[in-house]
């Protein structure tokens, strides 16, 4: 009897072992990765996926070589892209309805993880990002914004409940780290082409689709600061709205040696004894009312 039951064990290991082999060299990459670019064209028409290859990993799960996500309307320049993208379903997937993927993506020159939680019939419910050393200048779709090119390193975490389609009702928090940070502006501001501003740190909440702003703090060579209040989040972002309120301190002897520096500082009274200034920022996104107090 033992010997029978050892034996139908063999043959049951013996057949999942070739099954999980000729799943591994005979995997339908390009006929898969056909299926996703048309799922990701069907989730959001402005949307197209690609990658250069589709493998099977270990744990069960995909494997994808430079993926890119980019608009219809930009295709030349992709809003995300990876060297790869691991991708692995949560336990839990195999057992209830709802499922959760994990993440892992080198990217910017760092690391990328983290998890998507989605329901039965497959709508986005939440998620959570980790960064590591991400190169902030390797991301090539920041420029298209209108400020000018970013640099920096960042690092933080995301963690967000609810649709992504309905930001406005979800939740969340996050911690945001960025060191060595600058920002090399697409026109200059009164002579000063580049802005120094070293090492930022956020902390913020999302409560009912207003962003709280719980610590922002700047320290750099050029400027030190704060920033606190909140963001009332629309649908149209541009038009959210602002009720901010910080201070800014111009470091002197560092922006003297600027282009534009000496200028900046007359501006922000560097000449005083004390130089900081506190300011306030209403209005929206699209068009911010800032003033000094």
């Known amino acids: 009897m033992k010997k029978g039951f050892m034996k139908y064990t063999g043959y049951i290991i013996y057949a999942i072992l070739v099954t999980v082999a000729l799943l591994y060299y005979r995997f339908p990459s390009e006929a898969l990765q056909s299926h996703l670019v048309r799922m990701a064209d069907r989730m959001d028409p402005g949307i197209i996926f690609s990658a250069q290859s589709l493998d099977p990993s270990f744990p069960p799960g995909l494997r994808l070589q430079k993926p890119a996500f980019s608009l219809k309307k930009r295709p030349e320049s992709a809003f995300f892209e990876a060297q790869h993208l691991s991708v692995n379903p949560g336990m839990r997937s195999f057992i209830l309805g709802d499922t959760t993927w994990f993440f892992d993506a080198m990217a910017y020159g760092g690391v990328i993880n983290g998890h998507i939680s989605s329901l039965e019939d497959g709508q986005i419910d939440g998620f ?76 913020f909440t999302l409560v009912k689709g207003t962003v709280n702003l719980t610590s922002v703090s700047l320290d750099g060579k050029g400027f030190q600061g704060s920033l606190s209040g909140t963001i009332r989040l629309n649908r149209i972002m541009d038009r959210s709205q602002l009720n901010l309120r910080g201070t800014i301190e111009p470091i002197a002897p560092f922006l003297e040696t600027l282009k534009g520096g000496p200028a900046l500082l007359g501006l922000l009274g560097g000449g005083r004894k004390d130089s900081k200034r506190s300011f306030v920022i209403k209005g929206t996104f699209r068009s911010p009312k800032f003033r000094f107090t």
Do not use: C, M, W
């Open 128 to 203: 959570t990002l980790t960064f590591q050393n991400i190169r902030i200048h390797e991301y090539a779709f920041l420029p298209q914004f209108g400020v000018g090119d970013f640099a920096g390193n960042l690092k933080g975490n995301i963690l967000y409940n609810g649709s992504p389609d309905r930001i406005t009702a979800g939740d969340g928090a996050g911690d945001i780290h960025i060191s060595e940070g600058k920002i090399d502006l697409l026109r200059p501001f009164l002579g000063l082409e580049t802005i120094p501003f070293g090492k930022l740190d956020v902390r």
